[in-house]
């Protein structure tokens, strides 16, 4: 049962437009979600974060939003750059757990 | 600041083989440790995570096994690799309760 679920699992956007990226899960006692980034045979790295006593969080180009009624959250990147193109993964969480469940990932390229 | 090793970057071992790769990090104590491994398009699938010395909990009954020796030592083992072992092996450390988790650079293991 895929419990964190990245229906899209690949995206183009040009360069210079917005990317959003979706991400949907069943549980409804996930409360921290984690936005990363993974190049090629490279481990993945931590992009952004969300608890869920917010819906929007913002850090530079990247900005998360979650919406707790309809368990879905999205990352937006804005101005999309080529050297965003990588894998991007979710993962949640709920309180008093040591783990993480990870989307199956979507594949964004970004076209000059 | 915390980094974190894990080697060899790539193997390629033969089927029926054993297997060790060890995972170590630097600048933390009592972190939570992780073994993830990616097969081939596939989303990242939780192996084995450790809260604390000799404790291993294991995410999917399969070929492998974790141990961790050390505070901050991680190893993965097999005593017979089969070929579905191939895949990208990623160690990861976090601390304390839905601490985010970092990623080391992964190996490549390839079974032959």
């Known amino acids: 049962d895929q419990q964190v679920k990245q229906n899209s699992p690949s995206l183009s956007v040009q360069e210079g437009r917005i990317s959003i990226l979706n991400c949907d899960y069943t549980?409804?006692?996930?409360?921290?979600f984690l936005w990363y980034k993974k190049y090629p045979a490279e481990g993945p790295t931590f992009l952004i974060s969300?608890?869920?006593?917010?819906d929007k969080n913002e850090d530079g180009r990247f900005t998360v939003f979650l919406n707790k009624s309809a368990k879905h959250l999205s990352l937006h990147i804005v101005p999309s750059q080529p050297g965003d193109s990588a894998v991007y993964f979710c993962?949640?969480?709920?309180?008093?757990?040591?783990?993480?469940?990870f989307g199956t990932g979507t594949r964004l390229k970004v076209l000059a | 600041s915390q980094t974190i090793h894990q080697w060899p970057a790539t193997l390629v071992q033969p089927v029926g083989s054993p297997l060790s790769l060890e995972c170590t990090v630097e600048?933390?104590?009592?972190?939570?440790l992780y073994w993830y491994r990616q097969a081939a398009g596939r989303g990242l699938q939780l192996l084995f995570y450790s809260v604390g010395i000799g404790q291993i909990s294991s995410e999917v009954p399969q070929n492998l096994s974790a141990s961790r020796p050390q505070d901050r030592q991680f190893i993965l083992s097999s005593k017979k690799l089969l070929l579905s072992d191939s895949g990208f092996y990623l160690c990861?450390?976090?601390?304390?309760?839905?601490?985010?988790?970092?990623f080391g650079p992964g190996t490549r293991l390839t079974v032959l």
């Open positions: 600048g933390t104590s009592n972190p939570n």
């Open positions: 993962a949640a969480s709920y309180s008093g757990t040591y783990k993480y469940i």
């Open positions: 969300i608890s869920s006593i917010k």
């Open positions: 549980n409804s006692m996930f409360d921290y």
């Open positions: 990861a450390w976090s601390v304390g309760i839905e601490g985010v988790e970092y």
